[in-house]
């Protein structure tokens, strides 16, 4: 753990953090480590899935699809051999909870992908690991090697019979593959870039196979479901939005941190009292509720319920959990190029919408940010952005269009502010506050 | 080509991953491991690395072009990462990155003369809430000033290990 914990966590997915050694199998099993999986073992697919589908879990990669529902949709009876894929490419501006579930917790990411695996009939899970996270590779190897000792893992899982294998995979440092369709095409051992869908995973994913691909923090989650409880866990949340989530706090608050609190926590609660405030007592100016590929808000439109469908509602997303706090003195026209140089330099050229998209409005907004803009551009900078909306194979053309769009409308008056040759009005204010 | 037998060990577990039909699939993670021990993804890592999935020498460097961390040249003997994404800019991840330029000299993806050192400007690296962050090869650092940066490059230069340097902790382990 990188930050303190907070006395308004409730912690599910994190409660063994802190245990001392609390990566190993000992101290997982001392904890209901795999009885979860004991109890999966004693029950059917079909009572598997609809149990995730009790406790009202919904995806933690961003889009937020019902779980259990995504189980559902996987051709149990197909001849082909079924497959686990954990996605652990973490790599969402805002984002880092995966590491922390897999550093802390590697064994309750082993126990999620082995009850999916349960209810698909699936023999072999994988885990793809953004290269980045090499520590984590290794020590993903280890728990895995100690959950084959221990007969978890292998050709006789806890003595039923049954079999899982599990392993790792690592990444090479790709944004794009972070998106199922691209990781499916990277572990095949190809450019990441994605596939047309339908068919989805569930039908044709690892191998061209079905396949379950979730999550670490989906997978995390599914574990104390079947540990506590589903009812347990879909009472943490808000109605249709299950259990807790881990909140990764970044950016201009006195405490940044990742912290693990009830769905539909208010965003104005984590802010000031999880997170202690805007820094230095400054003002609000405006969040980005999940990551980056979401739409921002602006402080007055930050008391709302931190769940997919209140976030929905407000045209923005819940996302991976990035939340990324920015403070009266940020320069919006900075940030924006920021995170379209981000999408500019991880799109992966397969669509044309996006290739270009991104790399214009780099070109827009780094002219703009440099006072050398026009007010065409503001519109052009708009209009460009809808433009690319739905009119790709992955959603990574919408990641970077839709925050554009908010950040044009929702601050038209700082794009105007550097206007006539003006630099950026912020930038010695950010300056002397960053030192 | 040789290599290790750590790395040929490695491989071998690689391969074992994956359906004997679908060797492909251990590319990505070979070609990474073995740049690590080769310096570079060189021609003739590629043939080999091939020749050992069962894929041609283009498609191989078709897929090395795509992946950052797959360098084509030799990075120093540290390779310097530094996070500028939103949430390490918001915490002073320009100034860092400034600071690391000034220091070394270098800019983004240049290499010292000497081969100690290189610089890169990366993407979000997954340590948004303890931001500015950095990588020294592997080696996670959060939290990361201009002058811990100074220290660490110092210390580094004058030939002590990462987890020698008590003044700035690598806190991936």
Known sequence: MYNQPHPLEV??????????????????????????????????????????????????????FPTGLKWSFVPRTSPKPKYIMVNADESEPGTCKDRLLIENDPHQVIEGAMIAGLAINAEQGYIYIRGEYRYLIELMDKAI????????????VMGTGKRFHFATHSGAGA???????????????????PRIRPPFPAVAGVYQSPTILNNVETYSAVAPIFQQGAEYFCGLGSPKNGGTRLFCVSGHVERPGVYELP????????????????????????????????????????????????????????????????????????????????????????????????????????????????????????????????????????????????????????????????????????????? | M??????????????????????????????????????????????????????????????????????????GKYHVQICTNISCLLRGGDELWEQACKKTGLGHKQVAADGSFSLEEVECMGACSWAPAMQVNYDFYHGVTPKQLDVLLDSLAAGKKPEEIAEVKKVSC
Request: with cysteine; glycine share 10%; charged share 25%.
């Open chain 1, 145 to 156: 090697e100690e959950a084959y000792a221990k007969g978890v893992l292998g050709e006789n």
């Open chain 1, 175 to 193: 944004y794009e593959c972070g998106e199922e369709s691209a990781l499916l095409e990277s572990f095949e051992g190809k450019r990441g870039n």
């Open chain 1, 263 to 435: 769905m539909g926590t208010n965003l104005l609660k984590i802010i000031h009292e999880v997170a202690g405030g805007v820094r230095g007592g400054k003002k609000l100016k405006a969040v980005i509720p999940g990551g980056s590929s979401c739409p921002v808000l602006k402080a007055d439109e930050c008391d709302i319920n931190m769940d997919f469908d209140s976030l929905a509602a407000a045209k923005s997303m819940l996302g991976s959990g990035g939340i990324v706090v920015m403070d009266e003195d940020t320069c919006i026209v900075k940030a924006a190029l920021r995170i379209m140089r981000f999408y500019a330099h991880e799109s992966c050229g397969w669509c044309i919408p996006c290739r270009e998209g991104t790399t214009w409005l780099r070109k827009l907004l780094q002219r703009f940010h440099d006072g050398m803009g026009t007010r065409s551009d503001i519109v052009l900078i708009g209009d460009l952005s809808k433009n690319m909306l739905g009119r790709t194979f992955c959603p990574l053309g919408d990641a970077a269009a839709m925050p554009t769009i908010a950040f044009v409308e929702k601050f038209r008056d700082e794009f105007e502010a550097h206007l006539d040759g003006k630099p950026c009005p912020k930038e010695n204010i950010s300056r002397l506050v960053a030192a």
């Open chain 1, 11 to 64: 912690k599910v997915l994190t409660r063994r953090f802190g245990l001392p050694n609390s990566r190993s199998i000992d101290t997982y099993m001392a904890n209901d480590g795999y009885t979860g999986l004991k109890k999966a073992l004693e029950m059917t697919p079909e009572q598997i899935v609809d149990y995730v589908k009790l406790s009202g879990l919904r995806g933690r990669g961003g889009a937020g």
């Open chain 2, 2 to 75: 040789t290599f290790s037998p750590a790395l040929e060990a490695r491989f071998e577990k690689f391969l074992a991953k994956y359906p004997a039909d679908r060797k492909r699939s251990a590319l990505i993670p070979m070609l990474i491991y073995a740049q690590d021990e080769v310096g570079s993804i060189t021609d003739e890592l590629i043939q080999e690395l091939a020749r050992r999935t069962g894929t041609t020498p283009m498609q191989v460097t078709e897929v090395v072009g795509f992946y950052s961390m797959l360098q084509r040249k030799p990075m």
